[in-house]
C-alpha cells in the first residue's frame, strides 16, 4: 500500500501538482521543490519540462 506521498498533490497545485507531491515525498518546502525544478529546467536545456510532464501523467491523484 502506498502512503499519501506517492500522490500528485491537489492542495499544493499550481500547474499540475507535480511539484507539492515531489516535495511532500521528500519532506521538503514546496516553494523551495518550485524554485530548484525551475532553475534545473533552465539549466538543462528545458529538458525539465519533458521531466514534468512525464510525472504528470505517470503520479497518480491524491
Known sequence: MSSNKDFKRSSDKVVAGVCGGLAAWLGWDV???????????????FSGLLVY????VVLPQE
Open 53 to 56: 510532464i512525464i510525472l504528470w
Open 31 to 45: 516553494s523551495l521543490v518550485r524554485v530548484l525544478y525551475v532553475l534545473a529546467t533552465i539549466f538543462t536545456a
